[in-house]
């Protein structure tokens, strides 16, 4: 007999619940990326960080998390308003 469990949401629904319930950041450029490893220039870009004093307002999730982990050294982050 099968065990009566529970369905929990797999794959791309367990990540659109788990970007909903985390919030928003603000993240600003504080340092240029002129100078640092093409890398961080391209996640910087993907952030969408475009200029030096930039901000921006992004979804607090796990793959976002570890793109301003990279970039640590560049960027200032505060929790945003959401």
């Not at 529970?6 to 002129?34: D, H, M, N, W």
């Not at 220039?41 to 796990?62: F, K, S, W």
């Amino acid at each position: 007999m099968p065990r009566a469990e529970a369905k929990r949401p797999r794959g791309q629904e367990a990540k659109k619940g788990a970007a909903r319930a985390g919030g928003k950041l603000s993240v600003k450029q504080v340092r240029s990326g002129i100078g640092h490893p093409a890398g961080h220039r391209r996640t910087l870009e993907a952030i969408g960080l475009r200029h030096h004093q930039h901000v921006v307002t992004v979804h607090d999730t796990p793959q976002m998390r570890g793109m301003l982990f990279q970039v640590r050294h560049l960027v200032e982050v505060t929790q945003g308003e959401g």
